[in-house]
């Protein structure tokens, strides 16, 4: 028997997610704090507005618009600069996809969130790892280790595992120190843990420049992580790429519903 297909290199060289256990040694089930699952559980109108969601006979709306439409609302974006996906963690993979290869460097700090090695790997880049500042995010150790085949730099704000967090005027300084065509990712995972005058500006950054990608999720405060719906918002043409290269309909019907009658269809 021949061997069967062989792997890329660079597919076979990745260490897999390893995810937090969610039994104890005894079987009972654990709230997975090490993923921020939330402990008090879904909220009672998000489940309510799910009962009325589309049958799973139904394909969901491909461009999960009334959801796009509401998150917008909610934040002041424009609905066409919103693009979801199946948890952020979708969008995290596209974005390296979309804008580096074999022989591009993706960049993150040490002891940031181990998806952004997996999503450098998976499109053949290489991972490159600035030193930690005592477990936060050193801005000019990212810099210093930019080069011309930097495509794309992650950072998580605030950060996962370390929980430090990159204030305002940091995260301007690492964005100006890089080149106009090198994206930066500002993961906000946990935006909603932060308080308001503590915001780190990535709307606005994403919304005056044209690299800039700010992710968010609906898995961590609003306990949601069990239906995979994340979201992202960029310049116009950031926005294109990752639409071009998400699954069709990687928003499900449960995912898509929301107290406005989004996702409700016959
Ligand atoms: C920093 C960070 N970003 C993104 C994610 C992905 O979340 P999801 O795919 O559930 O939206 C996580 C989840 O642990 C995270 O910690």
Not at 1 to 30: E, F, N
Not at 205 to 211: E, I, M, P, V
Not at 232 to 256: E, K, M, S, Y
């Amino acid at each position: 028997m021949s061997q069967g297909p062989i792997p890329k290199s660079w597919i076979s060289a990745i260490h897999a997610y390893v995810p937090g256990k969610s039994t104890g040694a005894d079987g009972r089930p654990l709230i997975k704090l090490s993923a921020n699952e939330n402990p008090l559980g879904t909220s009672p109108a998000a489940l309510a507005a799910r009962a009325d969601a589309a049958g799973p006979h139904r394909y969901p709306d491909p461009d999960s618009k009334d959801l796009r439409r509401a998150i917008a609302e909610v934040h002041g974006l424009d609905p066409a600069l919103v693009v979801m996906g199946t948890g952020s963690d979708e969008l995290l993979n596209l974005a390296a996809q979309g804008y580096a290869g074999v022989g591009d460097e993706v960049l993150f700090p040490r002891y940031s969130f181990s998806v952004y090695d997996i999503a450098a790997r998976r499109c053949g880049a290489t991972p490159v790892v600035a030193d930690d500042l005592d477990y936060g995010t050193d801005v000019d150790a990212l810099l210093a280790l930019v080069s011309e085949r930097t495509r794309v730099v992650f950072i998580a704000n605030p950060n996962n595992p370390t929980g430090s967090y990159l204030p305002k005027g940091e995260l301007e300084r690492l964005h100006a120190g890089l080149p106009g065509d090198v994206l930066l990712v500002i993961d906000q995972a946990y935006a909603e843990y932060v308080a308001p005058e503590d915001d780190d500006g990535g709307f606005a950054l994403a919304k005056a420049h044209g690299n800039v990608l700010v992710t968010r999720t609906f898995s961590k405060i609003y306990g949601l992580a069990g239906e995979r719906v994340g979201w992202g918002t960029g310049a116009a043409g950031i926005i294109d790429t990752l639409n071009r290269i998400r699954g069709p309909f990687n928003v499900t019907n449960n995912a898509q519903c929301h107290g406005d009658g989004g996702g409700r269809r016959p």
